[in-house]
C-alpha cells in the first residue's frame, strides 16, 4: 500500500525559505519510472504543480517558479525535500506530494499540509 | 508553455449527464488524466491515460480525447458526485512540466 505524507512549518515569514518533507512507503524511488512530485492548491483556488523528481534523479520544475525551488531524495530514507526560497505572502497554500505513475499520473496523494506566509 | 482550460462550473440533476471539457492546443496528442476534490481533500483520479478508469471508479465516469478538447463525461449523476474536477496533462513528449487544468465545480442540482 502506497501511502506519502508531507511534514514542516505551519507558518512562515515573507523572505524566508520554506522546507516541506514528503515521507513515503509502499514504493521506493530507486524503481525505474517512478516519480515524486509537488503540488500546492492556494485557498480556494485550482492546483497547481511545482516540481517532480525522478528515479534516476532527473529534476523538474515549473518554469515561473524553478529560480526559487530544489527538490531532493533520499531513497534510503524513503523522503523527497522541497525547498522553497523568497516566501510571500501569495505562496500561501495547501502543499501536497504525490507519486507519479509511470503514465504520468499522480495516483496517491498525501494528505496535504497548509503553509501560511504572515509576517 | 502549453495551457489547459476547463469551465469554471458546471451543473446537472441528478440522474443526468455531465460533462466537462478539458481544452489545450492539439491535446489530443497527450494523455489526460482526471481527478475530483472534494472539499478539505487529496485529489484521486478517476480517469487516466484519457479514457481508462482506476480500480474502484465506477463505470458512470468515462472519459475522450480527441482534438483540442478532452471531455470527462459523468453519466447518471449522484449527490456524491458533487466535487471540483481536474484535467492534468505534461507539458511535452518528454514530459519536462506538468499542467493542470483550470478546474470545474460540479454542482448537483
Keep these: 500500500q502506497i501511502t506519502l505524507k508531507e511534514s514542516g512549518p505551519a507558518l512562515v515569514k515573507p523572505t524566508q525559505t520554506l522546507t516541506l518533507t514528503c515521507t513515503f512507503s509502499g514504493f521506493s524511488l530507486t524503481t525505474f519510472g517512478v516519480g515524486v512530485g509537488w503540488v500546492r492548491q492556494p485557498p480556494g483556488q485550482a492546483l497547481e504543480w511545482l516540481t517532480l523528481i525522478y528515479w534516476n534523479d532527473e529534476e523538474r520544475y515549473r518554469p515561473s517558479l524553478k529560480s526559487r525551488l530544489t527538490i531532493t531524495k533520499d531513497a534510503s530514507k524513503n523522503q523527497v525535500v522541497l525547498t522553497m526560497t523568497s516566501m510571500d505572502p501569495v505562496d500561501t497554500a495547501t502543499y501536497y506530494c504525490a507519486h507519479r505513475h509511470t503514465n504520468g499520473m499522480f495516483d496517491y496523494w498525501g494528505p496535504g499540509t497548509l503553509v501560511t506566509v504572515s509576517s | ?109
Design chain 2, 1 to 109: 508553455s502549453y495551457v489547459v482550460t476547463q469551465p469554471p462550473s458546471v451543473s446537472v440533476a441528478p440522474g443526468q449527464t455531465a460533462r466537462i471539457t478539458c481544452e489545450g492546443n492539439n491535446i489530443g496528442d497527450r494523455s489526460v488524466h482526471w481527478y475530483h476534490q472534494k472539499p478539505g481533500q487529496a485529489p484521486v483520479v478517476v480517469v487516466y491515460d484519457n479514457s481508462d478508469r482506476p480500480s474502484g471508479i465506477p463505470e458512470r465516469f468515462s472519459g475522450s480525447n480527441s482534438g483540442n478538447t478532452a471531455t470527462l463525461t459523468i453519466s447518471r449523476v449522484e449527490a456524491g458526485d458533487e466535487a471540483d474536477y481536474y484535467c492534468q496533462v505534461w507539458d511535452s513528449i518528454t514530459d519536462h512540466w506538468g499542467v493542470f487544468g483550470t478546474g470545474t465545480k460540479v454542482t448537483v442540482l
